[in-house]
């Protein structure tokens, strides 16, 4: 299958701070990636749609100012957590779907965000 | 609104003996299915999918599923669980329209005993 690479793992971070999380699509191109937030022991809630080239779609009840996504290119979207909170640590997850090869998405690693 | 339900927050079963992870979903229109499994502080791994075609789906790790329309179900199967296949198990349905835009179900953890 194909392979999507989340960077950092882990980071911890001040409160204040922006961290800024790198999807990227290893062995094709992605012209949409999604963004996920995962509580513990919870489900993954959608955040937002990353599109190639244009403003990324936000769900509702997400604020885009807090949590800018740029996709420049078509193998890499950014998640920029900005002024993090404690709140906003979680765990993230990003996906893509290889549009010429596979019907499902895959995954990236995932990154555990703890702001202190 | 679409849907999806896991109903069971937990299945504890012994090693050897069958595994079964039940999925529902409530959707209009004709739905596409999937299952994956997340292993602590990790991604989501997929194990197979339903698009169309033979209701019964084989996927990765002896894993298999099958789509029943009539109940709007997509269990997930294995005839012999393994202590290995201890881990998180999603249920998830997009639509043609949203193409990678998944809806998650709730989640099941499943417990493999020795």
């Known amino acids: 299958g194909a392979v999507v690479s989340q960077h950092p793992s882990r980071v911890i971070c001040k409160s204040g701070t922006s961290v800024k999380i790198e999807c990227r699509s290893l062995?094709?191109?992605?012209?949409?990636m999604f963004w996920y937030r995962q509580f513990p022991k919870q489900s993954l809630m959608l955040m937002a749609t990353?599109?190639?080239?244009?403003?990324?779609?936000?769900e509702q009840g997400v604020e885009k100012d807090k949590f800018l996504i740029n996709h420049a290119s078509l193998t890499l979207s950014t998640l920029t957590v900005t002024s993090a909170h404690p709140e906003d640590s979680s765990f993230y997850i990003c996906?893509?779907?290889?549009?010429?090869?596979?019907?499902?998405?895959?995954f990236g690693q995932g990154t555990r965000l703890t702001v202190v | 609104a679409q849907s999806v339900a896991q109903p069971e927050d937990q299945v504890n079963v012994a090693e050897g003996n069958p595994l079964t992870v039940k999925c529902t979903y409530s959707?209009?229109?004709?739905?596409?299915l999937f299952w994956y499994v997340q292993y602590p502080n990790r991604g989501l791994q997929f194990l197979l999918k339903?698009?169309?075609?033979?209701?019964l789906v084989k996927g990765s790790y002896g894993f298999e599923a099958e789509f029943n329309k009539s109940q709007t179900s997509f269990h997930l199967k294995k005839p012999s669980a393994l202590v290995s296949d201890s881990a998180l198990y999603f249920c998830?349905?997009?639509?043609?329209?949203?193409?990678?835009?998944?809806?998650f179900g709730a989640g099941t953890q499943v417990v493999v005993t020795p």
């Open positions: 339903y698009i169309t075609g033979d209701n």
């Open positions: 996906s893509a779907r290889d549009l010429q090869a596979h019907t499902e998405a895959f």
């Open positions: 998830a349905v997009t639509f043609t329209d949203s193409w990678g835009k998944l809806q």
């Open positions: 959707v209009s229109g004709n739905p596409y």
């Open positions: 062995d094709f191109q992605a012209t949409t």
């Open positions: 990353s599109n190639e080239g244009s403003k990324a779609t936000y």
